[in-house]
């Protein structure tokens, strides 16, 4: 049923590439913070940049855990999971890395990976880069057969009406008040001053 890889091979990366979203999972030090679970998409916000990495573009959401935890320890696991077709289960362990806009790799990379395709949502926050050491597939069967509808707007609506009120300083002030730490007190995202 399950199985160990060595590496992203071509199956594993095309397999990838036909689900709908995937999830990130992270977590504090500290053995009382709060674990992360977030649902990221559309699946074309997911890279597979060679066999060992991967990146995400992070979108400007309502908190920052997983740029928090990361920031501070590095660790993070992306999981997909086939909703559609044979059951199956992907997990993606490795140690991860926040690039901003304003560091210097950050427009490389987004060249690199190609998220200027204009199905990314705006509201673009940072990407995250894993640098993956296990690579390991589970057999899925509780997950439920699902059909995806399509992609929510709520997400490029929410950074277009922003944008049209006050251009990237009122994304930058939604970022200041709501991203800045983490639920539990980690530095997360540093605001951009006006």
């Known amino acids: 049923m399950g199985r160990q890889y060595d590496e992203i091979d071509a199956d594993l990366a095309q397999w ?13 030090l500290a053995g009382d ?3 992360n679970v977030s649902p990221k998409g559309p699946i074309g916000s997911l ?3 060679d066999p060992a990495t991967v990146a995400y573009l992070d979108i400007v959401g309502s908190g920052a855990e997983t740029i928090a935890h990361v920031r501070e320890n590095g660790r993070i696991v992306v999981m997909l999971c086939a909703f559609q077709g044979p059951p199956k289960i992907v997990r993606l362990h490795g140690r ?3 690039l ?5 790799e950050y427009a490389a990379l987004l060249a690199q990976a190609g998220f200027e395709d204009a199905s990314i ?10 640098h993956v050491s296990r690579i390991a597939t589970s057999c899925g069967y509780g997950v439920p057969l699902m059909t995806p509808d399509g992609q ?7 950074a277009r009406k922003k944008l049209a009120v006050g251009g ?3 994304i930058a002030a939604y970022v200041r008040q709501r991203n800045a730490v983490s639920i539990d007190g980690l530095p997360a995202i540093d605001p951009v001053a006006d």
């Open 33 to 35: 913070g709060h674990v």
């Open 168 to 170: 990237e300083r009122e």
């Open 152 to 158: 929510r707007e709520h997400a490029p609506l929410w």
């Open 16 to 28: 990838i590439a036909g689900q709908a979203l995937f999830f990130v999972a992270s977590a504090p």
């Open 121 to 130: 949502p705006e509201g673009r926050r940072a990407i995250v880069r894993v």
């Open 100 to 104: 901003m806009p304003e560091d210097a």
């Open 47 to 49: 890279r597979i940049l």
């Open 96 to 98: 991860g890395e926040v």
